[in-house]
């Protein structure tokens, strides 16, 4: 069967579907048509193409550290003609550990080959701190102070063929930036 979500994580929480199916007796043929037809919420992975070329993929619907490194190695293994680009947000509520992860964050941004990196909020500066300190030119890690910064940014910045993955927790509404390029690009 085919599974219409990227991404080896999702590979992994749809075996688990049905490893709990098969525990439940649910014929594993039912269960596989039905993994088939599967369709994220609203702001997973949501895949946008912008009228100048640019592919972006909407991933703002919630952030922890798991979830962004298997953003970064899903987005980052597809195939494009540009630049993998990243606007991240805060992961929130992970209590005092909260900078050493998001310097981590920075660090897994720049291993995993994003190629610009725009964050924002009270911990974008340990982001992009981790980044810099894994080898990306610090040109090409910028703090902004909120998200109309990010905007103006990319807006400047898209070229086609490059890809943009929007990320962070709820609470940092970074689908505001891609409510904005939708409107100010166009989709196409």
Known sequence: FSLPVPGTHNIMNAMAALAIGCALKIEPKVATERLSKFKPMAMRFEQIQLA????????????NPASMKAAFRTVGSAKRAGRFIV??????????????????????????GVNL????????EAVVEGAVSA?????????????????KNLED???AGDVLLVKGS????MERIVETLKHSIGTG
Do not use: Q, W
């Not at 100048?52 to 952030?63: E, F, M, P």
């Not at 550990?97 to 981590?104: D, G, I, V």
């Open 87 to 112: 606007a991240l947000g805060d992961m929130l509520e992970l209590g005092e550990a909260s900078y050493e992860l998001h310097k981590k964050l920075g660090e897994d941004a720049a291993r995993m």
């Open 117 to 124: 990196l725009l964050t924002t909020g009270d911990y974008a």
């Open 52 to 63: 100048n070329g640019v592919r972006l993929v909407n991933d703002s619907y919630n952030a």
């Open 157 to 159: 910045e898209l070229k």
């Open 170 to 173: 709820r609470g940092m509404r």
């Open 135 to 151: 080898g990306l030119d610090s040109e090409s890690a910028k703090n902004c102070s909120t998200t109309d910064e990010i905007e």
